[in-house]
């Protein structure tokens, strides 16, 4: 009799745990949410030293522009250098976020576009020149 019910233990444990999951804890695909998407954008797109640059992140999720995201800020650095400089993006509307700075130097640079919005954090990054 022990052998029979450690028996019906055993494959009562094993059609459990080979079960489909289609209780509410089962994820599907079409249940998530769509990846926040960020461009980043220089204009003039041919920068010169002590001249004003717009940069914007255009923030999409799907084909939808998100106007409401709950944090863009920009990270400058020079190529070389350890120094960085953070600031924060006004919002355009539209899915555009901008800032408006002025590079003193010329050479090669890096921004970061640190992005959250709808649950989601993204830190898309681009290489440019600041010329004489």
């Given at each position: 009799?022990?052998k029979?019910?450690?028996g019906?233990a055993v494959?009562?444990?094993?059609?459990a745990?080979?079960s489909?999951?289609?209780?509410?804890n089962a994820?599907?695909?079409?249940?998530?949410?769509?990846?926040?998407k960020?461009?980043i954008k220089?204009?003039?797109?041919?920068?010169?030293?002590?001249?004003?640059a717009?940069?914007?992140?255009?923030?999409?999720?799907?084909?939808e522009?998100?106007s409401?995201?709950?944090?863009?800020?920009?990270?400058f650095w020079?190529?070389?250098q350890?120094?960085?400089?953070?600031?924060?993006?006004?919002?355009?509307?539209?899915?555009?976020?901008?800032?408006?700075?002025?590079?003193?130097e010329?050479?090669?640079?890096?921004?970061?576009?640190?992005?959250?919005a709808?649950?989601?954090?993204?830190m898309?990054n681009?290489?440019?020149?600041?010329?004489?």
């Amino acid at each position: 009799m022990k052998k029979i019910m450690i028996g019906l233990a055993v494959l009562l444990g094993l059609l459990a745990g080979c079960s489909n999951q289609s209780g509410s804890n089962a994820t599907n695909s079409s249940d998530m949410p769509q990846e926040v998407k960020v461009a980043i954008k220089l204009v003039p797109e041919n920068i010169q030293v002590n001249e004003k640059a717009k940069i914007e992140a255009i923030v999409t999720q799907g084909k939808e522009k998100v106007s409401d995201a709950d944090e863009v800020k920009f990270e400058f650095w020079k190529s070389g250098q350890d120094k960085h400089d953070m600031l924060k993006a006004k919002n355009e509307g539209k899915g555009v976020y901008s800032i408006t700075k002025t590079f003193k130097e010329n050479g090669q640079y890096f921004v970061t576009a640190h992005v959250t919005a709808r649950d989601m954090h993204t830190m898309p990054n681009q290489k440019f020149t600041v010329e004489k």
